[in-house]
């Protein structure tokens, strides 16, 4: 990995010193055609908002509804605010730096007495650099490198749910997931025509730099209920400090009127807290959950409006089915195992 970061970074270095200074003065605040978000990404930086029909779970269902599926909303906020962006060498190369910031609101305005908040989730860092290398070899049309050396996420849930988990008698009201990782990414044919048809894979690797991904307060709940390795006592080598995802997005051509089909796919390999939510202080004997790793799916279907003469930033708009199954993948909600979840989806990009 180390390696790996090295050459990146003396490709990088190399590229910006050779490049003429009015190159370089006109790639500030340069929209940059590639390094975004595909559409079956989980946190992506874009705007993204979900009615879907989920899996109900008692650690989250405020009214007591006691139904195996819910109507819920969710939306995710998310923006790749560019900061300095050029081509070079005729275009075969590229360079760009943008800031990601996403955050996601989980409501549940189906229960009409008092549409809790679930849960808010929101991860920013450092800004992250991405390289491109131009191909034109058939079906191998580019390359690219994002890296990003330092990200944060953490997450809450809503007061109401946290008074819900203490008038319940709750073992846990409230688990603290809050990390930081660094994040690579290598991609294969960058949409750098969002009009014309393409087949994008990307392959994500994200890396704790210390600590694990959660932990419990005194304040928050009884500790001892949870898995050994999500607790302050255990080095973060032994906690499953990584993330790995694949992903696929195939866009159709354009049509004369601006619509475009889109698929995309991705599988995600990541954490399953160990703590069960459902767990109560007067529980004997007290139910455990081992902590361990999960395979999650999640697939968007639909199609978008594409801007004539204009591929910036909220130049498509989307519209589509989304389906997600695995661990739900929202804070600490993260130990629920068997979530899924299908419905409409709305995405600005």
Known sequence: MRKIIAVIL?????????????????????????????????????????????????????GDHSSSYRWQTQGMFGINMPIWSSFFADSTFALSTNLQMSANLWMDLFDFHT??????????????????????????????????????????????????????????KRVNVSYNYTELIFTLNEPIDRYAENHC????????????????????????????RGTKAVPYFQRNPW???????YQSP?????????????????????????????????????????FTYNIFVGACYNTPGYQGYFSRIALGLRAYHGNCPYGQF????????????????
Request: hydrophobic share 35%; charged share 20%; aromatic share 14%.
């Open 201 to 228: 894979l990307r392959l994500g690797l994200m890396l704790l730099w210390h600590g694990g991904w959660y932990n419990v307060d005194p304040e928050d709940g009884d500790a001892s209920i949870v898995d050994a």
């Open 115 to 172: 549409s809790p908040i679930v849960d808010t989730d929101y991860r920013i860092g450092v800004p992250a650099t991405t390289f491109l290398h131009q191909l034109h070899r058939g079906f191998f049309r580019n390359y690219s490198i994002t890296w990003c050396p330092f990200k944060h996420e953490s997450t809450h849930i809503g007061d109401e749910l946290e008074i819900k988990q203490v008038e319940r008698g709750s073992a846990l």
């Open 334 to 349: 993260r130990s629920i195992s068997n979530y899924s979840q299908i419905g409409v989806c709305m995405i600005f990009d």
């Open 254 to 294: 354009t049509s004369r009127h601006g619509f475009q089909g889109i698929a995309s796919a991705e599988i995600r390999n990541r954490e399953l807290y160990g703590f069960d939510l459902t767990t109560r202080t007067t529980d004997n004997p007290v139910r455990r959950q081992p902590e361990g790793r999960i």
């Open 243 to 249: 993330e790995l995802y694949l992903q696929y997005q």
């Open 10 to 62: 003396l490709l990088l270095t190399t590229l910006v010193v050779n490049a003429e200074p009015s190159v370089f003065a006109r790639g500030w605040f340069r929209y940059a055609p590639y390094g975004r978000s595909l559409y079956a990404d989980m946190h992506p930086y874009f705007p993204r908002m979900d009615i879907p029909y989920a899996t109900n779970h008692p650690s989250y269902d405020w």
